[in-house]
């Protein structure tokens, strides 16, 4: 366990201590595997930026804080939300003790919390219609490939806030299991207590970690079986809701770490109602731990992907702002270097309670192929965790058990048969993101040779820079807005980049400005390589068809021909170019551009549907070759930029 805890014996008197004075701020955090309760108190202050986390005392000693971080400070990073005014409130520690576990829960109060007026403040019709609508006005319009909308339990509490938080942290250490932390943090006028099942980020010794969760198992009625779990880990939704969510957080590990990102897994997190299915991934990174959580907000499982994009969808749907769901409590902790290690679970299994209100927000992950109902049992089963153990609702398992209780059941992730589908999984997917991202590693065709990758707001292009540097080429990253024909002239290959959104949309500046950036290099005769968005743009000036798939393609893996190659790639696409089936070449005189010359097409030969397309000095492509659903990613990106740079 990592901080500056010290064991104290006087538990009860330190507990008690923290609970009478009105006062004092402190937070109570038990971490996966810990033994014991960490107790941090200090002071409080609010801050405006993540920047401006007090790292640093006067002096310019270091300081270990605890940071609650809002989800509306993803307006740093120039992503819509609706503004509540939550605080990015920082607890400067002062005093950081450690009690033994058994000591804590003796110290801890056991009194019930009555709860008045319960009830989600959204009913399940209400909820189902809303999980309809952005499958039919979000995803299917090609806004992007899975997004997370919430709703939330609400109650009146006639209680001490400082008595129901230690209450309720209790309460979820008898009665709640695999949770990466279980806290309690108590500020003024507010308080936070939860089981969050989930790390965001953290960075220790320069090794980055994330840990992608998604996929929710509700347990039946007496309990999961491998039976039942089977069913569940072979549903295609819940496995492809997982991918992606993998590929948007790998978007942000190639953002912040010079190796990219490796995956391991996958593994099951089993909780006292749930069980999901997680990877953990990994990198390598000297930013500033500030700078690293600035740019990983915030985590895909609870906004949706491509994330600029979902965070404009929660605030076209939630009807309400979101307070510090989806945001995370982060710990500053100086280490040996000078700099500080940070540990940052998602605020996500949490109750609030403020003036009297509790409130404990659940979302639910909306892919293309979402059962409204079913979402609405996902955030049942979501809530019930929480609710259950601080007594809302029945509690199914009493995890801490005494010489009267049984012990609790053996978990499901050791069964052999469990063990060998989970595994099966990964034969899907791209061997090189489940490797080792060390610089040098491959052999580097193009070394030397520069290219500018024009983001089309989706982080993807972060993924696609780090294969190309592995290529060999030496590679920028330029938003859409920034990117000036004078600086493309500069590159000797522009890679123009995936994006949300209609190709056709003739209101959109961004997909203006891709048009002309794909336009200019066609005129031009350099090297031009079209991905997703981009492609489809590129489709239509040569003059192919667009038009919206039937069904989307968001999260779905293919085995494709491109240009006389099998190829198992990943998509995420709601709409396509479209040639009439059979057609492999166009003529100059077939497209709207003669000056390309001819244009070699690779498409479905039932549908007609263009994956790929290729010409003199340039190529594009349908899907993503960076995704981890792009088996054979690496070397279909090596041919077609091979093709371009020709």
Known sequence: MTGTAAPTPASADLIARLAADPAASFALIVREGGESVEVLSGPVTDVDLLADIPLSDGRRRPSEVLALVPYRQVRERGFAAHDDGAPLRCLTVEEHAAIPLAEALDALPTTPIPLADAGFDLDDAEYAAIVRNVIAEEIGRGEGANFVIRRDFVAGVDAEPRTAALTWFRALLEHERGAYWTFAIVTPGHVAVGASPEAHVSARDGVVTMNPISGTFRHPAGGATVETLTEFLSSTKETEELFMVVDEELKMMSAVCSDGGRITGPHLKEMSRLTHTEYVLRGRSRLDPRD?????????????????????????????????????????????????????????????????????????????????????????????????????????????????????????????????????????????????????????????????????????????????????????????????????????????????????????????????????????????????????????RIGVGLAPLSSPHQGLQLSVDLFGETASIGFYNTFTARVTPGVTVLTPSETRCGAVGDVEIAADPATGDVYALRGAGFASVQGHLESILSRDGMRTLERLVGHALS
């Not at 004078?486 to 959104?501: F, K, N």
């Open 292 to 540: 690293i959580l600035r740019e990983t907000m915030f985590a895909p499982t609870v906004t949706g992907s491509p994330m600029q994009n979902a965070c404009a969808v929660i605030r076209r749907h939630e009807q309400s702002p979101r307070g510090y769901y989806s945001g995370v409590a982060a710990l500053f902790t100086p280490n040996a270097e000078g700099g500080h290690d940070l540990d940052a679970p998602i605020l996500i299994r949490t109750a609030y309670l403020e003036q009297g209100r509790l409130r404990v927000p659940v979302g639910a992950t909306l892919v293309r192929h979402s059962d409204p109902y079913g979402e609405v049992s996902e955030t049942h089963g979501k809530a019930a965790g929480v609710l259950g153990a601080i007594g809302a609702i029945p509690r199914a398992i009493t995890m801490v058990p005494d010489d009267d209780e049984p012990a609790p059941a053996p978990r499901l992730g050791d069964d052999p048969a469990i063990a060998e589908l989970l595994a099966s999984r990964n034969a899907r997917l791209a061997p090189f993101w489940m490797q080792e991202q060390e610089p040098g590693a491959r052999t580097a065709p193009f070394a030397g040779r520069k290219a500018i990758v024009v983001d089309a707001e989706d982080r993807f292009t972060t993924m696609l820079a780090h294969q190309l540097r592995h290529l060999g080429l030496d590679v920028d990253i330029v938003h859409w807005s920034a990117a000036d024909d004078a600086r493309l002239d500069a590159a000797e290959l522009v890679v123009s980049g995936p994006g949300p959104g209609d190709p056709r949309d003739g209101e959109s500046a961004r997909i203006a400005r891709m048009r002309e950036v794909v336009v200019h290099r066609l005129a031009q005769h350099r090297p031009l390589l079209a991905v997703c968005l981009s492609h489809q743009i590129l489709s239509d």
